[in-house]
């Protein structure tokens, strides 16, 4: 049975590094996006 007091290991330690971790979170997911070139082959609108 899992502690119910237990603190998950991967949660931010203070709103600092929360606040950090959000700005940096959509860059990664650019990153990502780009590395990957999923940002190359998404479906684009027709004009």
């Known amino acids: 049975m899992a502690d ?3 603190v998950a290991s991967a949660a931010p330690d203070s ?3 929360r606040g950090i971790r ?3 979170e959509p ?3 650019l990153w990502a ?3 990957t ?3 190359r082959d ?3 609108r027709k004009r």
Do not use: E, M, Q
Request: charged share 15%; proline share 5%; aromatic share 14%.
């Open 15 to 17: 709103d600092l590094s």
């Open 27 to 29: 860059l990664l997911a």
């Open 42 to 44: 998404r479906p684009r």
């Open 4 to 6: 119910l007091n237990a």
């Open 37 to 39: 070139a999923a940002w």
């Open 22 to 24: 959000l700005l940096f």
């Open 33 to 35: 996006l780009w590395s």
